[in-house]
């Protein structure tokens, strides 16, 4: 009998924990704004393509039509709808920032946390290796890469910028392990024997939860604007349709010099200011939720 009333305990230990973080994170109204715009956007993104169809007609007669009925944000240089780009447009941008902030994230922890805690050599080929990455200058390297790779997938765009913008986390990871390698209950740990990997990985790094989710939400919007960088400058392949390409295309066909076409110049970079906003005010929730200091305030 107790097997079988488990499952229901379990169960509602987590819908109650579920409800409790939702709780935790209304009592930010700020932070909750911020939680409901990155939710839509993201929603918004996965979604869209199973809705709107990518391939959208070609209208020469519609080239940078202004906005009207059928048409609210008007179209671009090819007759195409500009609402419809803007919705599909997000797709890539989010998978990519949010895998390249992942990416970033992981390689930072892991490298910063086992530094701080080894020391020695590996402390120092590290800080070496930090100091390399970050001398060299990031879009030339990128330049390069797109001359030598295509780049055409997100995942390859997503990989290139995660490992060209670890080695500033790094240095902060490294610098919090640093001070709570110092406390009793990681002294205690070593007492035990435990191991480098349960100490660090089972000790250390837990401790730092809340301020490396705030880092990795710091390293999604600068993946995003890398990105979108990369697009604009026409380093990534201009094929499909994204915020940056429609930044591009804009800059190209002479968009700023049209009143009619000024939707299609907003559009994207209100959007790409919309995500960054959205993110960073869901930053100050998460802080309380994961902070108990902040959370008893």
């Known amino acids: 009998m107790a097997q079988v009333s488990a499952a229901p305990t379990v169960e509602a230990g987590n819908r109650g924990a579920l409800r409790g973080f939702f709780r935790e994170l209304t009592r930010s109204k700020t932070g909750f704004a911020g939680f409901i715009i990155v939710t839509l956007i993201v929603g918004m993104s996965a979604l869209a393509p199973i809705f709107i169809d990518s391939k959208m007609p070609t209208d020469l007669d519609a080239i940078w039509g202004p906005p009207r009925a059928g048409h609210w944000l008007g179209t671009d240089m090819a007759g195409k709808d500009t609402l419809k780009q803007i919705v599909l447009g997000g797709q890539t941008v989010v998978f990519v920032g949010f895998l390249a902030a992942a990416i970033t994230t992981v390689i930072a922890v892991v490298v910063g946390s086992l530094a701080a805690y080894i020391r020695g050599r590996f402390d120092s080929f590290m800080l070496q290796l930090t100091d390399i990455v970050m001398t060299v200058p990031q879009i030339v390297l990128l330049a390069v890469l797109g001359a030598f790779f295509s780049l055409d ?79 604009v400058l026409g380093l990534a392949p201009l094929a499909g349709a994204n915020w940056g390409i429609m930044i591009n295309n804009a800059w190209i066909g002479g968009a700023m010099f049209l009143p009619a076409a000024m939707p299609y110049i907003l559009a994207p970079i209100a959007m790409i200011a919309l995500l960054q906003l959205g993110l960073i005010m869901l930053t100050r929730s998460l802080e309380e939720i994961l902070n108990p200091r902040l959370r008893d305030k």
């Open 153 to 231: 997938s997100p995942i390859y765009l997503a990989l290139i910028i995660g490992c060209l913008t670890w080695p500033v986390l790094m240095r902060s990871i490294r610098a919090q392990a640093l001070s709570l390698k110092e406390r009793e209950f990681v002294e205690a740990a070593k007492l035990l024997d435990l191991g480098t990997t349960r100490v660090v990985f089972g000790e250390i790094v837990p401790n730092m939860a809340s301020y490396i989710l705030i880092n990795f939400i710091i390293a999604v919007t600068n993946a995003i604007y890398a990105l979108v960088g990369l697009y």
